[in-house]
């Protein structure tokens, strides 16, 4: 009896990519194990993308089409500017790997050119020139994905290593801070010994970096009326 094969569909292949994605990370991502996995040949793939980067693109597109989606815009700029922010952190922690993929992707599908076009409009009513504007955009967007990737990759810091070690660079840096001077370490040791640093990733320090954005912002604005 001939075997049957397998029926995938697009959302099927994007399903399956995310749930690699989560599994190995984007730096053992292929179109080869994404086949494997769905139980086809990876020729197959390229009846529904001609490569991975257009697949990552598509994938790239449903993260900007669900902040779209769950994006309500409300109040004056620096609100829906914030709220856009939000929003953009909170979906790409729900998808793993899309900050990267975000980044390694140009706005070339519909979705993702209406996000930026979204954003575009939180600062339309702006008094800065049009060049300055599409800075802020550019500004906030990459605050958002540095944050978030930081943030992952302090979780990797902490990883489980194959013999089910806990691995993380806590213990080597107090060692290498206790062993620098004064001058040149002093207040990052402090910091460090204080317990700030596991305060980065918080929602707070979101905020506040946020925040210097949108003051920054307003600051521009007051100098171009001067």
């Known amino acids: 009896m001939k075997k049957q094969q397998p029926s995938i569909s697009e959302d099927i292949i994007l399903q399956t990519s995310w749930e690699l994605l989560g599994e190995e990370g984007i730096e053992k991502f292929s179109l080869r194990g994404l086949a494997e ?89 702006l008094p800065l020139e049009q060049e300055h504007k599409l800075q802020v955009v550019f500004t906030l967007t990459n605050y958002v994905l540095g944050f978030v990737l930081d943030n992952e990759q302090d979780r990797r810091n902490f990883s489980i290593d194959r013999k089910g070690k806990e691995t993380h660079p806590a213990g080597e840096m107090v060692r290498l801070l206790d062993a620098m001077s004064e001058s040149d370490a002093g207040l990052f040791r402090k910091m460090y010994k204080s317990g700030l640093y596991e305060l980065m990733g918080t929602d707070a320090a979101f905020e506040f970096g946020l925040k210097l954005i949108l003051l920054g912002i307003e600051q521009a604005i007051k100098e171009q009326g001067e």
């Open 37 to 125: 996995r769905l139980g086809i040949q990876a020729p197959s793939l390229y009846w529904y993308f001609k490569s991975k980067q257009k697949l990552y693109e598509r994938l790239s597109n449903q993260v900007a089409k669900i902040v779209l989606e769950e994006f309500h815009p409300e109040g004056d700029w620096k609100e829906q500017l914030a709220g856009f922010a939000s929003t953009v952190r909170n979906v790409l922690g729900r998808y793993p790997c899309s900050t990267q993929l975000m980044m390694l992707t140009l706005p070339v599908e519909p979705d993702s050119v209406r996000f930026t076009n979204r954003m575009l409009l939180c600062v339309e009513s």
